[in-house]
């Protein structure tokens, strides 16, 4: 009786054996390979390059997705999360590249490319049986379900966010035409989503609207009257909302922020502008240069071959410099001049011209005296 059940147990073990082995095959082979094995949350850059179109550039940050090119703002994340899922895309078939003729698959030349940061997918034509596109990625053609390729060829505005103000930023003071808004508005305005971005044909007219975070970072609005339609001049975008906000105004609210930084002033010219006797280095001669700039020429101005005169001294002596002296503490020191000599006596006497008369000769001495 132990025999018969020991037989049994044996028995069942294979089976089970068998059981597990038979279900881990049915799923191998049911296992359908991704067009990729990259998570979303690992990537960082996302081009979209196009023939004949703007390249747009997609910057993953803490935060969300943010477009680099051909714009300078917040991305849809929605937009972006239904274009990433082609990472996880079924694949149906895959062949070597060299084995076809990539022409015929609209891979050569290629006109769409996507960049996963150093993974690069090429997209080329549908297949007319399955309908089922062509994606070339490291020597491999395979065929995917064509769910993306109107996300690959979408404009560049569509990957916009409709959010009025970036995420990140927090305003903390704004203006409505030069009169400050209240608290409430700005809390309002981070909350609105446009109904539509376009992209700005035109410079439209309205109040202007500065909102400013804590650290004086402005951004600025053209709003229309109706206040459904806000204009961002600096990256030519245009927000119409579904409903206009409310803009209340608080006349004696106090901007809080630093001041903005103003623009640098333009640098100053190192030279003056030269005369017009001197020709600028970037004006071209106006004769144009020989083609041996070393050749002799043909013939001399004779005031280039004459001699040159001979120098001549001068007939006068150089004069002595003048000579300052000063005192330690830095004053000068004064110099003394000498006396001029005394004038030669008005009367000499006869034969000895030489000698001075002496004093009263040649007068009269009962003249009166002149200096009484």
């Known amino acids: ?180 808004l209240t608290p409430e508005t700005l809390n309002d305005l981070m909350g609105l989503h446009a109904e539509r971005v376009e992209v700005l044909a035109e410079t439209p007219s309205g109040a202007p609207v500065a909102l400013k975070s804590d650290d004086g970072t402005t951004l600025r609005f053209l709003v229309s009257e109706d206040r459904r339609r806000w204009a961002r001049l600096d990256q030519r975008l245009l927000y119409v909302l579904t409903d206009a906000p409310e803009l209340t105004l608080d006349p004696n609210a106090v901007d809080p922020t630093p001041p903005e930084p103003q623009p640098l002033s333009p640098r100053p010219a190192l030279f003056d502008e030269l005369p017009e006797s001197v020709p600028s280095p970037d004006t071209p001669p106006d004769a144009p240069m020989a083609s041996d700039p070393f050749a002799q020429p043909a013939q001399l101005d004779d005031s280039m071959t004459q001699a040159p005169e001979p120098i001549v001294p001068s007939d006068g002596q150089p004069g002595e410099p003048t000579v300052v002296r000063l005192s330690p503490d830095g004053r000068a020191v004064p110099v003394e001049i000498p006396e001029a000599e005394p004038a030669a006596p008005e009367f000499s006497l006869p034969g000895e011209p030489y000698k001075a008369a002496p004093s009263g000769f040649g007068q009269d001495p009962f003249a009166p005296d002149p200096s009484m």
């Open 1 to 180: 009786m132990s025999g018969r059940w020991l037989i049994n147990g044996l028995l069942l073990v294979v089976l089970a054996v068998l059981v597990v082995a038979i279900r881990a095959e049915l799923e191998r082979t049911r296992f359908v390979p991704t067009l990729t094995d990259l998570a979303v949350a690992d990537l960082y850059r996302v081009e979209i390059a196009r023939t004949g179109e703007p390249t747009i550039t997609l910057i993953q940050t803490a935060i969300g997705w943010r477009l680099e090119t051909p714009f300078q703002v917040d991305a849809d994340n929605g937009r972006v999360t239904q274009l990433l899922g082609l990472l996880e895309a079924p694949v149906e078939r895959s062949f070597p590249a060299q084995s076809v003729d990539l022409r015929e698959l609209g891979l050569s030349p290629v006109r769409l490319r996507l960049a996963l940061d150093a993974r690069e997918l090429q997209f080329g034509v549908t297949d007319p049986i399955g309908q089922t596109r062509y994606v070339a990625s490291e020597g491999l053609v395979h065929l995917i379900q064509d769910r993306f390729y109107h996300l690959l060829i979408a404009p560049p505005i569509d990957y916009v966010s409709p959010q009025l103000v970036p995420r990140g930023f927090g305003p903390v003071f704004g203006r409505l035409g030069g009169v400050p």
